[in-house]
């Protein structure tokens, strides 16, 4: 997993609440179970105007011009601004890795869906609870000005605006440790890969029966 420290990118908009993640990576192109590839169908149906089909070359597809990140001020955002319980619906994990392989490594919204949430700090990306007024003005800075972008620093815990206003964020300690490590589930398991490794050592000989090959 990519560890995650500070990152200063442009900010763009997902204006709109209740987006489950279905709408966020559909569910016909969940047939993958790696975490790459998923980019490109990233908001497939707000993003595009046809129908897209897993395998399908996106670069030929046409684009919705109404739609933000189709749009050259919001090109290579690597902050997402969300409105109220983002990432609602199924639980795919496909969710946050779509948003990962677009380029994506921070959402900040008023408030997430507790599965996507979770998901989202397992897959290197930092998801932000702040007040909606402080989002509305966000919302309005970023509308305002072209690539406005953000400054999010995770071991001091704020958001730097263009104007210099800093946000300080909350987040849980143990979800920070991972996050600027770099540690997903995994990761946090081979800290302990000698221990592990001379458990097993004991446990082979104390019980060698359970060892031997078939």
Request: charged letters at 25%.
């Amino acid at each position: 997993m990519k560890a995650f420290t500070t990152l200063k990118g442009i900010a763009a908009p997902m204006d709109r609440a209740n987006v489950d993640t279905d709408m966020i990576i559909p569910k016909q192109f969940l047939k993958s179970i790696k975490r790459s590839g998923f980019g490109p169908n990233l908001f497939d149906e707000l993003r595009y105007l046809d129908e897209g089909r897993p395998g399908q070359d996106c670069s030929q597809r046409p684009l919705n011009p109404d739609f933000p990140l189709n749009q050259a001020r919001y090109r290579g955002a690597s902050i997402l601004l969300a409105r109220e319980n983002f990432g609602c619906g199924s639980s795919r994990e496909h969710a946050p890795w779509a948003l990962e392989d677009y380029g994506f490594r921070c959402v900040i919204a008023p408030s997430f869906a507790d599965i996507f949430f979770n998901n989202c700090f397992k897959n290197g990306i930092l998801p932000i609870v702040l007040k909606a007024e402080i989002v509305d003005k966000l919302f309005k800075e970023m509308y305002d000005q072209e690539a406005y972008a953000l400054e999010v620093d995770l071991p001091a815990q704020t958001i730097r605006t263009p104007s210099g206003d800093e946000i300080p964020f909350e987040v849980d300690s143990f979800r920070k440790h991972c996050l600027i490590n770099g540690l997903d589930d995994i990761g946090l398991t081979l800290e302990d890969a000698e221990d592990i490794r001379a458990f097993e050592a004991k446990w082979q000989q104390k019980s060698p029966w359970l060892f031997r090959a078939s």
